[in-house]
């Protein structure tokens, strides 16, 4: 169990804590075992407590060195390279592992607390480099769980083809599977696609949410009644004894005990940033080519912390400065790239994502080619989305659970998986919350910086009604809302007007899909105020609060 701390590994050992404790410091002192510092647990956010978690605390992560896997081995009457080939310190496992510490430290708390409920006295964590499952519980003598986490830019389609593969696999599954989500859309997601596609009892919950808690956060997908339980409950439903052999771990080929990168943890992102820098280097992950202005809203921090810990990421090589249109704006590094391509387990290409590599425009990547070719749009997206944020932290009773780049807003029918989704320019969640209940709403925005013409807004209108209507299970609360934001008045009321004409068969049948308004209203009223056109049975000069477009539903 590379990096499992104290706690985990009396946990799992069924150790007492003190006892775990002399053990380790025996071993540190013999130079078998070695620690590194790692922020962990979570709370929610002191300023506006809205959206993202918050680490709590550094713990002591432990991995044996070079000399503790020989002796190890020689304890096992095996050579030191079989030895890491089948337990996650061979050189390239480890490497990974180590970018994976923030997703480890989840893993191995929900695994303690999984054996914690059951009457099993110990349980062995499979972690897996490839394939569906993260990590594979084999309680002693009894069942498997399975654990999976979709990190934050894990896409619904690429989340699709991981449960696909556990559900075709028929044989191998385990009794149940844990799914923890790093986002609330990631979360929304794995509902969706696991709903869509039964498989073997599953459950998922948010990140943030489960670390180190005790409450009724797991919901199954499958569940029509959506009855929320806890793990509790959960572990006390498995069977008493494993029926099916699941996946085995991935293997390697021989390698040189010199090759074991026994100080690379010590250097690896993932322990040398505090959490709050490890936020922010997400944010700039999540909106490209950002600038320093709207960083603060973006990241719900103040602008001083913000000119704190941009110089320790760009001194640490994970984000690239650029000057744009005469001022800095920030993307990732192909070192940001990797760290965050390993933590997540998704592949940021270079040739997409680079900003470093050059091409005809200077930057190579192509789609921060598309992002920089388009330069203004992009601002203008980027400087509403931090309005908002701002704008709902002001305002009593607004939550904003999530703010999504294009990426996670891809709006795609789970039964079409291979059909290509819109994507939007952002999205998000806003939650209200009144004495009465809570009311919410999922949005998209699309920025219209382009002359509109009447076959223009014809063909964006149609072609959101094509989805919205395409026989994908929305739930209880309907499809998202799609704000249309102008540049004028006057492309505003042009659109109005196309929207009005063609709008009224899909209001009818699955309510009010549009929302408009121009960058002008935007300021002047903000989000939240009365800003919006609804183009059925509306005025254009009717505007309305974003709140009359909540749904009543608790949630």
Request: charged residues 30%; positive net charge; glycine residues 8%.
């Amino acid at each position: 169990m590379v990096f499992a701390d104290l706690d985990d590994l009396a946990w799992l050992t069924d150790t007492p804590r003190s006892t775990m404790d002399d053990r380790l410091r025996r071993l540190r002192e013999r130079k078998l075992v070695s620690s590194v510092a790692h922020s962990v647990g979570y709370e929610q956010p002191k300023r506006r407590r809205q959206r993202g978690p918050r680490y709590q605390r550094d713990r002591q992560r432990f991995f044996p060195t070079t000399k503790g896997i020989e002796a190890a081995a020689a304890d096992l009457g095996m050579a030191p390279t079989e030895y890491w080939r089948r337990l996650p310190v061979h050189p390239q496992v480890f490497s990974e592992m180590i970018r994976r510490m923030d997703a480890l430290a989840v893993i191995y708390d929900l695994a303690a607390r999984v054996l914690s409920h059951t009457e099993y006295s110990s349980t062995k964590v499979d972690l897996f480099t490839s394939g569906p499952y993260d990590a594979m519980l084999r309680l002693d003598g009894g069942p498997a769980v399975g654990i999976v986490r979709v990190g934050r830019r894990q896409t619904a389609n690429g989340f699709r083809g991981r449960w696909h593969g556990i559900v075709r696999d028929k044989d191998r599954w385990p009794a149940i599977v844990l799914i923890v989500t790093a986002t609330a859309t990631g979360w929304r997601h794995v509902y969706e696609i696991v709903a869509a596609r039964p498989g073997p009892p599953a459950y998922c919950a948010r990140e943030d949410q489960v670390w180190r808690t005790r409450r009724r956060v797991w919901g199954a997908p499958s569940d029509k009644e959506s009855t929320v339980t806890s793990l509790r409950d959960i572990v006390r439903r498995l069977p008493s004894k494993r029926k099916r052999s699941p996946a085995a771990p991935r293997r390697h080929g021989e390698s040189r005990i010199e090759l074991y990168p026994e100080a690379l943890p010590a250097n690896s992102p993932a322990v040398r940033l505090k959490p709050a820098v490890k936020e922010l280097l997400d944010v700039i992950g999540d909106w490209h080519l950002v600038s320093r202005m709207v960083l603060p809203g973006l990241a719900d921090v103040s602008t001083q912390r913000v000119s704190q810990m941009l110089p320790v990421l760009t001194a640490q090589g994970l984000v690239k400065r650029l000057n744009l249109d005469k001022r800095p704006h920030y993307a990732l590094s192909d070192r940001g790239l990797r760290y965050i391509s390993g933590r997540d387990r998704v592949a940021l290409r270079p040739k997409t994502w680079s900003v470093e590599l050059k091409g005809p425009m200077g930057i190579f990547g192509g789609k921060m080619r598309d992002l920089y070719g388009d330069l203004d749009h992009t601002l203008t997206v980027l400087r509403l989305m931090s309005d908002l944020s701002k704008e709902v932290g002001r305002i009593q009773g607004y939550h904003l659970s999530d703010l999504d780049p294009p990426e996670r807003a891809l709006i795609r029918p789970n039964h079409q998986p291979d059909r290509t989704g819109i994507e939007p320019d952002a999205g998000g969640r806003l939650r209200y919350v009144t004495g009465s209940g809570t009311r919410w709403i999922s949005f998209v925005l699309e920025y219209e910086r382009d002359r509109i013409t009447e076959t223009r807004a014809t063909s964006k209108v149609e072609l959101y009604q094509a989805f919205l209507v395409s026989g994908h299970k929305w739930g209880a609360n309907g499809p998202p809302l799609v704000l249309f934001v102008f540049d004028t008045r006057e492309e505003e009321l042009r659109f109005f007007e196309v929207a009005k004409a063609l709008d009224s068969d899909i209001h009818r049948d699955i309510g009010v899909p549009f929302a408009l308004s121009h960058l002008g209203q935007i300021k002047a009223t903000g989000f939240l105020g009365r800003t919006w056109l609804m183009p059925v049975e509306g005025h254009a000069d009717d505007r309305l609060y974003l709140d009359q477009f909540f749904a009543d539903v608790r949630g």
